[in-house]
T-cell receptor, first 113, second 113 residues
Framework: SQTIHQWPATLVQPVGSPLSLECTVE??????LYWYRQAAGRGLQLLFY??????ISSEVPQNLSASRPQDRQFILSSKKLLLSDSGFYLC????????????FGPGTRLTVT | KQEVTQIPAALSVPEGENLVLNCSFT??????LQWFRQDPGKGLTSLLL?????REQTSGRLNASLDKSSGRSTLYIAASQPGDSATYLC????????????FGGGTRLMVKP
């Protein structure tokens, strides 16, 4: 069966510090991968999605970036965090293109102080 | 612009009551619609996936219906329990949106013992 992992679960970082969040999927190949952010009192915002290694699309302009160094690994990064980057970051995957179900990881709670 | 709306934003019911959560979407050209549950501080758990060709899906005490022509879906929860308390999110995969989901704002449900 497929499993999706995220780490760390919780992170507190000062403004201006770098960020690296990791997401790994097990039990499937060539998944579509997604990064979402859920800010307090707001809905889910799609940040990045990837249909393959080195194939990443950005949905909103921000100081975040994403990379996919391996087929089942998706990383969210920042060189300098802003206060507004605080939120709950969720990774998700789905099988390729088509009417497939989307599955979410447990999330990372990021607080920028 | 393709949008997904969930009303009400919050709902409180006594234990044992049958209830209906609503989801509406602005474009009937959809691949599928997915209902999720989110507990506080946790990721999203997929509850039901309805393909565009289907009218409803059932899982235990949950039943989701889909009416594409009217742009509506409902999630019916029978004999509600305190453990059903969570936020319920509806997400639509539109035909021309690639492999991405458009989320509603969610309904926060509280079932009182």
């Amino acid at each position: 069966s497929q499993t999706i992992h995220q780490w760390p679960a919780t992170l507190v970082q000062p403004v201006g510090s770098p960020l690296s969040l990791e997401c790994t999927v097990e039990g499937t190949s060539n998944p579509n991968l997604y990064w979402y952010r859920q800010a307090a009192g707001r809905g889910l915002q799609l940040l990045f999605y990837s249909i393959g290694i080195d194939q990443i699309s950005s949905e909103v302009p921000q100081n975040l970036s994403a990379s996919r160094p391996q087929d089942r690994q998706f990383i969210l990064s920042s060189k300098k965090l802003l206060l507004s980057d605080s939120g709950f970051y969720l990774c998700a995957w789905t099988l390729g293109q088509g009417p497939y179900e989307q599955y979410f990881g447990p999330g990372t709670r990021l607080t920028v102080t | 612009k393709q949008e997904v709306t969930q009303i009400p934003a919050a709902l409180s019911v006594p234990e044992g009551e049958n209830l209906v959560l609503n989801c509406s979407f602005t474009d009937s050209a959809i691949y599928n619609l997915q209902w999720f549950r989110q507990d506080p501080g946790k990721g999203l758990t997929s509850l039901l996936l309805i393909q565009s060709s289907q009218r409803e899906q059932t899982s235990g005490r949950l039943n989701a219906s889909l009416d594409k022509s009217s742009g509506r879906s409902t999630l019916y929860i029978a004999a509600s329990q305190p453990g059903d308390s969570a936020t319920y999110l509806c997400a639509v995969k539109f035909w021309n949106a690639g492999n991405m989901l458009t989320f509603g704002g969610g309904t926060r449900l509280m079932v009182k013992p």
